[in-house]
């Protein structure tokens, strides 16, 4: 759960907070150095995947450095948002995230 609330709610609060102002901060670059999304966006880094620890503090990345984002805090996300093709982002649990990226 996210936030104390279910995780049908929380999920749709964060989804819908995620799209109006991004994620907390997002990776710009292999060193993890992270930016606000705004700076990120105008430095042309699209946010791919979102990870979203229990406190609800996020963390975006491009799919090039989605692995670099999960490492900062591996064993602390509660969730994972990634972008989808016919909506904006698929909700998936940590386990299911590393099942995802394993079988690609």
């Given at each position: 759960m996210l936030r104390g609330q279910g995780v049908d709610d929380s999920?749709?609060?964060l989804?819908?907070?995620?799209?109006?102002?991004?994620?907390?901060?997002?990776?710009v670059d292999?060193?993890?150095?992270?930016k606000p999304p705004e700076r990120a966006l105008a430095m042309g880094i699209p946010v791919?995947?979102?990870f979203v620890?229990?406190?609800?503090?996020t963390l975006g990345a491009p799919e090039a450095l989605e692995w670099v984002a999960y490492n900062t805090w591996?064993?602390?996300?509660?969730?994972?948002?990634?972008?989808?093709?016919?909506?904006p982002?698929?909700?998936?649990?940590?386990?299911?995230?590393?099942e995802r990226m394993e079988d690609a």
């Open positions: 999920v749709e609060g989804l819908e907070r995620i799209g109006r102002n991004g994620p907390t901060r997002v990776v292999r060193h993890a150095q992270a791919e995947v979102v620890r229990g406190d609800g503090w591996a064993g602390d996300w509660t969730a994972v948002l990634v972008k989808g093709e016919d909506v982002f698929i909700h998936m649990t940590p386990s299911e995230y590393l």
